[in-house]
């Protein structure tokens, strides 16, 4: 809810404060919230209060003889930090000359002498006006998070990653080129080298905050409630989503934890277009949020920015040890801890990481490419969604591919739409061989397979998707996995030379369950996965069937 503007009148002496404020606050209060200040510093220190809140300040009326300020000298730095706000100075009559002066060297929006009395002829009236011609071009103020940065920090494209994954409302304010950001900067007491900063909604300043650290400014769950839950579920992309929803509607006590963002790989897709009942599409991160506001609302519990260490057993509980070395016991666990993106391996890459090359489609820096060249290197699904999306604000996108067409692995209504799409081009037999920049990206240097012949393109930003690999680097000392890293479940596992020696159970594993009893894989990282939005779904679905079959034992 909006807050009302602010209203500060400012005296050192206490009979004239109290019947200044009594006056504007009996006539001004239903609109407006009138504070008080005994001095020059305090009435600083509210203002940078008020910046910091991100709350409107719509006039400010000070006494002229104080003695640690004059009133002038406030007007002054209040006009810093609040340009559109009226100033008037209270004033004794041998001041007037020097409110005078003032009106032109402060830009003093008015000067009242002293006494106002009666109120109703000598100050309302001037207030009004002033107050109605501050409201004619008052905006209200973003008063959500707000983030202050630097285009080209990774840090910052961090930040902002997490916080619109998270679907948390954020204004960016780019300390370059927003004057806005060091006035906001200025009232934390934080320096440029702090950047990038996070101002929460209650005024809290978080300086180059970590996930878990933004996490808990933002009120979001990242311990436990219980210690022992039915099923907990490792990772919230689409498949953990789904059991936290089965298993949150089905009376299990369901935990889910993610280390990154809700939504895995999917939830960074501008577009999903082939998901059943959403004839128009929707982005993954709606897709994502909807998922888990389904979830909770059905009574799972999340705990958001928190990884998953080591996972061991005791007797038939799962024992999962936390990042920050608490534990959570489980009767059973799914594990779909999905995949994350593979590295492009060329000069460059790992110091413009963040600073215009970007792994998927990052939406949050789509803007800043506005007329433009980028350059997305992959012929997947989501390589094409995300070439779709750059278009809407890119001069040109280019699609590098090593083969021929995008036929082989993207699906024909993205070729077509893609095809239909002016600014897009593709670049078939062609590799990117280096990314060249000195603070960010400048170049993206090609090789034609064909021809050998190699270019240097200026380039706004660099979008990778290349393949993936699964998310178990810590799983496969407990759970069986293929060459690769997948989990092996259900009959692969039981097809594989290994098994024999790991499975005790007097059964065959069911359909999603891993080499551990009670342990199952959903999802990207489980081996034969097919990597679809559908098909994970349905398997986290299935997966708290077997969980049922499983505790029934």
């Known amino acids: 809810m909006e807050k009302k503007p602010v209203l500060l009148v400012v005296d050192d002496d206490p009979q004239v404060l109290a019947a200044i404020d009594r006056d504007v606050r009996s006539e001004f209060r239903q609109q407006y919230r009138v504070l008080r200040a005994g001095s020059g510093i305090e009435a600083l220190s509210i203002l940078h209060q008020l910046v910091a809140r991100a709350e409107p300040l719509a006039l400010v009326l000070a006494d002229q003889r104080m003695p640690d300020m004059e009133g002038v000298q406030l007007l002054e730095q209040a006009r810093t930090l609040f340009p559109e706000a009226k100033r008037v100075l209270l004033t004794a009559y ?72 998270h679907m948390v409302a954020f204004q960016w304010y780019d300390f370059e080129t927003n004057p806005e950001a060091a006035t906001l900067l200025a009232s934390t007491g934080l320096t440029p080298a702090d950047l990038p900063v996070v101002l929460c909604k209650d005024g809290q300043a978080l300086a180059r905050p970590s996930r878990g650290i933004l996490a808990e400014g933002l009120g979001l769950a990242r311990k436990p409630s219980q210690e022992l839950y039915d099923v907990v579920v490792i990772g919230a992309g689409p498949s953990g989503l789904a059991a936290a929803v089965y298993g949150a509607s089905e009376g299990l006590k369901t935990l889910i934890i993610e280390r990154q963002n809700p939504g895995g790989q999917a939830g960074t897709s501008s577009r999903i277009e082939n998901y059943l009942g959403f004839p128009t599409g929707l982005s993954g991160a709606e897709l994502a949020h909807r998922a888990w506001t389904q979830a909770t609302r059905l009574g799972a519990e999340f705990l958001l920015s928190q990884e998953v260490t080591q996972l061991c057993l005791q007797d038939e509980y799962k024992v999962l040890t936390l990042a920050d070395g608490s534990e959570v ?173 790991r499975w005790k159970r007097g059964r065959e594993p069911f359909a999603l369950e891993s080499s551990v009893p009670g342990i199952f894989a959903a999802g990207d990282s489980r081996a034969g996965a097919m990597a679809r939005v559908a098909s994970a779904v349905g398997e986290g679905s299935m997966a708290i069937r077997f969980v049922h079959q499983y505790l029934d034992e």
């Open 94 to 165: 041998a001041d007037t000359e020097a409110a005078i002066r003032a009106i032109n060297d402060a830009r003093l929006d008015y000067y009242l002498m002293k006494p106002w009395d009666p109120p109703q002829q000598l100050l309302y009236p001037t207030l009004h006006d002033l107050l109605a011609a501050w409201q004619a071009t008052y905006r209200p103020r973003f008063s959500g998070v707000r983030l202050l940065g630097f285009q080209w920090s990774p840090l910052s494209h961090e930040l902002k990653d997490f916080l619109a994954a």
């Open 329 to 501: 016991r489980a009767r059973a666990v799914v594990m779909t801890p999905g995949v994350s993106y593979r590295q492009l391996e060329v000069p460059g890459m790992s110091h413009l990481t963040g600073a215009g090359v970007y792994y998927g489609a990052a939406r949050t820096e789509a803007r800043s490419c506005s007329e433009q060249d980028v350059y997305v290197v992959g012929g997947g699904n989501s390589a094409g969604q995300a070439a779709m999306y750059l278009a809407s604000y890119a001069r040109r996108v280019f699609i590098v591919v090593r083969g021929e067409s995008l036929a082989a692995s993207m699906s024909a209504y993205l070729i077509e739409q893609i095809g239909g799409t002016p600014n897009i081009e593709l670049l078939p037999f062609t590799e990117v061989v280096e990314v060249r920049g000195a603070e960010h990206l400048e170049e993206v240097v090609l090789r034609q397979s064909r021809t050998g012949e190699v270019t240097a393109r200026a380039a706004r930003a660099l979008f990778v998707f290349i393949g993936a690999r699964p998310s178990t680097e810590w799983l496969c000392d407990v759970l069986l996995c293929d060459h690769r890293g997948y989990v092996l479940t259900g009959r692969d596992l039981v097809a594989d030379p290994r098994y024999a020696g």
